[in-house]
């Protein structure tokens, strides 16, 4: 069965620094999604993303963070200037459709934020 | 903004009890997916009800969204050690935009 792909599986980054989290979504999935989950916390919403543009973003989706499919295949989310509450697990997600379809997610990856 | 709000945060059952997790959200919903998290891994969609009162069956699972469409509630019959994990609601808000509940975690005992 196809699957979301994520790397890397563990990413410790120093404070400050940039970090790109990437994904490969399912091949003939439309939308993209990224979401954080902080340990032992709900899955929040940040971005989706449909025909190479931001659908909606969340508040926590400031200025810090952008997100790109710089192919057909990666989809990527950036974090500039790292800061140590960013540490969480970054999950992407990707639907064959919108709104009311069925997200299928990424094993994650676990940012930590020294 | 919306809120969707699961009750109760946790539930410890014996294996072969039964469990139910609640979801209450403040807008009325156009449909509500649940998802099962197992520890240590992702989310996994379980399910997406659309219409006001429906009830379905996944095996020991039954999923009801309510007459108002405002809530929906997952039930289990006669737990197993594999439905541990952590359940979501999640609804859309918007067209592009999904918004996860609280999350219920439930342990069993064997």
């Known amino acids: 069965e196809p699957e979301v792909t994520q790397t890397p599986s563990h990413q410790v980054t120093q404070m400050g620094q940039e970090v790109i989290l990437r994904c490969v979504p399912i091949s003939n999935h439309l939308y993209f999604y990224w979401y954080r989950q902080i340990l032992g916390q709900k899955v929040e919403f940040l971005v989706s993303f449909y025909n190479n543009e931001i659908s909606e973003k969340s508040e926590i989706f400031d200025d810090q963070f952008s997100v790109e499919r710089p192919d057909g295949s990666n989809f990527t989310l950036k974090i500039r200037s790292t800061k140590l509450e960013d540490s969480a697990m970054y999950f992407c997600?990707?639907?064959?459709?919108?709104?009311?379809?069925?997200?299928?997610f990424g094993d994650g990856t676990r940012l930590s934020i020294l | 903004g919306q809120q969707v709000m699961q009750i109760p945060q946790y539930q410890h059952v014996q294996e072969g009890e039964d469990f139910t997790t609640y979801c209450n959200s403040s807008?009325?919903?156009?449909?509500i997916q649940w998802y099962k998290q197992r520890p240590g891994g992702h989310p996994v969609f379980l399910i997406q009800?659309?219409?006001?009162?429906e009830v379905k069956k996944q095996k020991r699972l039954t999923f009801q969204f309510g007459e108002a469409k405002k809530n929906s509630s997952l039930h289990i019959t006669a737990t197993q050690t594999t439905d541990v994990g952590t359940y979501f609601c999640a609804v859309t808000s918007g067209t592009y935009k999904y918004i996860f509940g609280t999350g219920t975690r439930l342990k069993v005992l064997a």
């Open positions: 807008t009325t919903l156009s449909n």
């Open positions: 997600a990707s639907s064959l459709k919108r709104g009311g379809q069925p997200q299928h």
């Open positions: 009800l659309v219409k006001s009162g």
